[in-house]
C-alpha cells in the first residue's frame, strides 16, 4: 500500500489524497467495498498477473492539524479532572476504608490465598484455551466468521488478533493458487470455506509454501493440487491484512476431501 499524489487538485479547487492498494486477483471487488466503506472513491484499476493495484481519491482535509491541536487541548483537559477527582476521592475515602475493611478484604488478608471460585474460574478458562482446536461446532465465534459474506468485514480482523498462534480446522477448497514472487515451487494459495468458489467466510490464504512438504499431508499425497480442489484444513491463525483483507494461515495438517 502506498499514498501518491496527496496534493492534486481539481477544478473545483478540492486537494485529493489518493491511496494505490495491491490486491490478489479475483479479490477486486471486495477491496473496492472495503475502501469505498471508509470514505475512498474508487479511480481506477490496473491488473497484473497476480496482483491489481488498484487507486482511490479522497479530499484532502483543510483544518487537520487545528483540529489535531484543539483534540490534544481537550484530551489534557479532560485527564487532569479526571486525576484531580481520583486525588480528592482517594483523600476523603482512605481513612474510612482503613477504618472499615469489609469481612472480604479481611479474609483476603489473613489467608492469601485466591477464592474457591476464583480458582474455578481460572481453571475452566484454562481448560477452555489450551490445546483445544477451534472447529465451527466447537467455537460459535468461529462458525459466526465462516458465515460472513464480507471478507473485508472487522469481525475478522477481530477473531484473527484474538486468536492469534490458536490451531482452527475446517473444510475448504482452493480458490486460486499462483507462484510466490519468482519461485518456481512455492506458492500462495488462496482458500475458501466450503467447497464452492463464492463460498462465505474468510479469505484463507497459506503464503509462500511449497506444495509438497510445508502443507504436511495427512494421508495420501496428491500428484497435483489447484483450484477447486478440496482441502481438510488444520492451520494456525497468523494475521489478518487489512490492505488485502486476507487472513493468513500457517498449515498444521492438510487433507484431501
Not at 214 to 219: C, I, Y
Request: proline share 6%; aromatic share 6%.
Amino acid at each position: 500500500m502506498k499514498l501518491r499524489g496527496v496534493n492534486m487538485a481539481t477544478d473545483t479547487g478540492v486537494t485529493y489524497e489518493t491511496k494505490t492498494i495491491r490486491a490478489v486477483r479475483g479479490m477486486e471487488s471486495r477491496t473496492i467495498k472495503k475502501w469505498e466503506a471508509d470514505g475512498w472513491e474508487f479511480v481506477s484499476q490496473s491488473p497484473g498477473k497476480v496482483q491489481v493495484e488498484i487507486t482511490f481519491r479522497r479530499p484532502r482535509p483543510k483544518s487537520g492539524r487545528l483540529l489535531w491541536i484543539i483534540g490534544g487541548g481537550v484530551v489534557v483537559l479532560v485527564l487532569a479532572i479526571i486525576v484531580t477527582i481520583g486525588l480528592v476521592s482517594e483523600k476523603n475515602t482512605a481513612p474510612a476504608k482503613s477504618a472499615n475493611p469489609t469481612s472480604s478484604e479481611a479474609t483476603a488478608s489473613t489467608s492469601g490465598q485466591p477464592s474457591a471460585e476464583t480458582t474455578a474460574s481460572a481453571a475452566s478458562r484454562s481448560s477452555t484455551r489450551d490445546g483445544e482446536v477451534l472447529t465451527p461446532e466447537n467455537s460459535p465465534e468461529f462458525a459466526t466468521v465462516l458465515a460472513l459474506t464480507d471478507s473485508c468485514s472487522p469481525d475478522i480482523a477481530a477473531f484473527a488478533a484474538a486468536h492469534r498462534g490458536r490451531t482452527i480446522e475446517f473444510s475448504g477448497s482452493i480458490a486460486a493458487m499462483a507462484p510466490h514472487g519468482n519461485a518456481k515451487t512455492r506458492y500462495d494459495i488462496l482458500i475458501n470455506a466450503g467447497d464452492a468458489a463464492s463460498a462465505p467466510g474468510p479469505a484463507f490464504q497459506f503464503r509462500d509454501e511449497n506444495t509438497l512438504n510445508d502443507l504436511h499431508w495427512v494421508g495420501p499425497v496428491p500428484d497435483t493440487i489447484g483450484v477447486g480442489t478440496n482441502l481438510g484444513i488444520t492451520a494456525e491463525v497468523d494475521r489478518y491484512e487489512d490492505r488485502s483483507c486476507l487472513l493468513l494461515l500457517e498449515p498444521v495438517a492438510t487433507a484431501v476431501r
